[in-house]
């Protein structure tokens, strides 16, 4: 299901619902002169709130109208209706989307702000008590704000959680490949350096053996030769395979660091042809998609990334790219900044533009056999 929709269905929402409705049934219960005008500024309310839920937090500008236009509605519903009743309701939905979108501070800040405005409207109503009033409904505000507010931190630290088990299982993955690609070098090497020693003297043996003339025309010598070259060639050949598949997993790594993030997708393309062996530099090559995938989710709202790795020569090219849309004046930041300098410590280079489509396009190279400066 897609993000937005999801936040728009969530409980926080179905809440929110009844609770209009619940206001709305109160006003059909007092009818007015002004009902048209209360039930549009209903209307309005319930419209703005959805459009918060639905819209992307990297919509800061538009994010905030709504919430200033959600506090004025309810200010002016509560101006209909200046006695205690039901539309004061709206600010304690107003309060919980606050300390959901904005810092808690200034959340608060702008709930006391609408609060001293609901002050003069139910002291100039006539009230007795419009204090007590207030600060009734302020509690309530207080508590609800302060629910959204933890529940906002419980969410980001449960993301956050997410994207560090994924970090985890991805360096874990590139790990246990070198791991066992130093176990098949130094069987490799054991191989080679004992056992083929061993097999070489032994034949070199079998050889003045059979020049003998008491052994020369022995078929158990002849087959002895015979057994003693194909055994060094089958270990040379076993030694030659050991080398050759050495080389990390580096696509499970990059997938296992996508998997937990709901969006963007990673679409990877790697050529059969790209063969990573430093370790060092699979972890530079997981750095760079891992800091595209946060722009990309953060400052562009993509749905999917495409990370295409090839061999170019003797250097490997990386071009990343998604389906988003850089916003405002773009320029390099701490993440880029820290990309470009993990790419040059390997001597390679890397260019960021603006794809036609307005999203930003990264492409690097990086020498196959350099190793960090």
Known sequence: MNERWRAAVDPMSWAALITWVAIGLSLRLITPPNAPLAWGLLIAFLLAFIALRVLPE?????????????????????????????????????AAQLAMIWPLR???????????????????SGHGTPMLVVTVNAGFQLFAGLCAHY??????????????????????????????????????RELHDVAG???????????????????????????????SSELLGDIRGVVDALRRERGLDLATALRALAAPMPKPVLQLRMAGDVRVD?????????????????????????????????????????????????????????????MRE??????????????PAGSLRIEAQLPAGASPA
């Open 197 to 227: 020693h061993k097999l070489t003297a032994l034949t070199l043996n079998l050889r003045a053996l059979a020049q003998e003339p008491a052994f020369a025309q022995r078929h158990e010598v002849v087959l002895a030769q015979q057994l």
């Open 106 to 124: 200034t959340a608060l800040l702008a709930v006391l702000a609408a609060d001293l405005v609901y002050y003069c409207i139910v002291r100039e």
């Open 58 to 94: 990297h919509r800061v500008r538009l994010c905030t109208a709504l919430l200033l236009l959600e506090g004025l509605l309810a200010l002016t519903l509560i101006w209909l209706y200046p006695r205690p009743g039901t539309a004061q309701i709206l600010l304690v939905i107003w």
């Open 278 to 338: 430093d370790p060092a530099l699979a972890e530079t090559i997981l750095r760079i998609v891992q800091e595209a995938l946060t722009n990309a989710a953060r400052h562009a709202g993509a749905n999917t990334l495409h990370v295409s790795l090839t061999r170019n020569a003797d250097a490997l090219q990386l071009t990343i790219d998604d389906d988003g849309r850089v916003r405002g004046a773009w320029q390099p930041g701490n993440g880029l900044t820290g």
């Open 151 to 188: 529940a906002r931190r419980a969410e980001q630290a449960r993301d956050q959680l997410l994207l560090v088990n994924a970090d985890l299982l991805a360096t874990r993955a590139l790990l246990a490949d070198s791991a066992r690609d130093s176990e098949r070098l130094r069987v490799a």
């Open 342 to 355: 993990r790419i040059e410590a390997y001597g390679g280079a890397v260019h960021f533009m603006l794809a």
